[in-house]
């Protein structure tokens, strides 16, 4: 699947269904295939063949696939307790979910934003009701002038479409951190450290918060992020990824 050069676009709310009765929209992935379900800007089936959703029993504390009897996985067993409720993925890091993750985040894809957050959707269907908002884990001001945007904020705002959950800009990057991807658990824990601030110290009070990002290996990040608004007086925070990646 070879990129589709794209610069960044903000996402339409409206637009792709009405186009779609003149024009039809096909997968934004692959650019080729004809959406799973008929609807605009969706992955047709063949992407999803090759990115498996999560799927099952799952695992309370990071959201992957459980691997045993218990609620958490043998990764969640042997690392230390985080401070969010419960965990949500969509997908295993595989090779074709990094890639279609790099492309969003990346390379201003960000029309990819609404199939993501309509299928993370999905995994609320019995619980979206538990929160009072949805959170995007926050770019450091630098970061997101050189993108033009954050991607967990995009996609935050998808998922709050089909949810109706609404988004609440609560946390700041106070900051900038190099990136977690080639740290240790010790670096990553490390690094993140008082990378984060609330705007407003009531904006949390008493709230059940989801906590979202684009993807989880150790939490780090996330647990930084949930640990503040906790500390804020958030009453509850779950996390919701598009990707979990196992630590080994």
């Known amino acids: 699947m070879s990129p589709v050069?794209?610069?960044p676009r903000r996402v339409s709310g409206r637009f792709p269904e009405w186009i779609s009765a003149f024009l039809p929209l096909l997968c934004p992935l692959c650019g080729k295939g004809i959406p799973f379900d008929g609807s605009a800007n969706m992955f047709c089936t063949e992407c999803l063949k090759r990115m498996p959703m999560i799927r099952g029993k799952v695992c309370r504390?990071?959201?992957a696939e459980a691997d045993g009897i218990f609620e958490s996985c043998t990764d969640c067993m042997n690392a230390p307790k985080?401070?969010?409720?419960?965990a949500y993925a969509l997908f295993n890091y595989t090779d074709e979910v990094r890639e279609c993750i790099h492309r969003f985040k990346y390379r201003g894809r960000t029309e990819l934003a609404r199939p993501l957050g309509r299928l993370a959707a999905?995994?609320?269907t019995e619980t979206a009701s538990l929160?009072?908002?949805v959170v995007p884990v926050p770019l450091?001001?630098?970061r997101?002038?050189?993108r033009g945007y954050n991607q967990s904020a995009l996609f935050a705002e998808e998922l709050s479409r089909w949810t109706g959950i609404p988004v609440r800009r609560m946390l700041r990057?106070?900051?900038r951190t190099p990136r977690q991807a080639f740290l240790t658990r010790n670096e990553r824990n490390l690094n993140i450290r008082g990378a984060f601030s609330i705007f407003d110290s009531t904006a949390a009070e008493k709230r059940s918060i989801l906590l979202v990002d684009d993807v989880m290996t150790t939490g780090a990040t996330l647990g930084e992020a949930a640990g503040v608004l906790l500390n804020s007086g958030a009453a509850r925070v779950d996390v919701l990824v598009i990707a979990r990646r196992q630590r080994n």
């Open 131 to 133: 929160y009072d908002a």
């Open 144 to 146: 997101f002038l050189r």
């Open 140 to 142: 450091h001001w630098t």
């Open 173 to 175: 990057r106070k900051r």
């Open 5 to 7: 050069a794209a610069g």
């Open 122 to 124: 999905g995994l609320l």
């Open 82 to 86: 985080p401070p969010w409720t419960r």
């Open 61 to 63: 504390t990071c959201g």
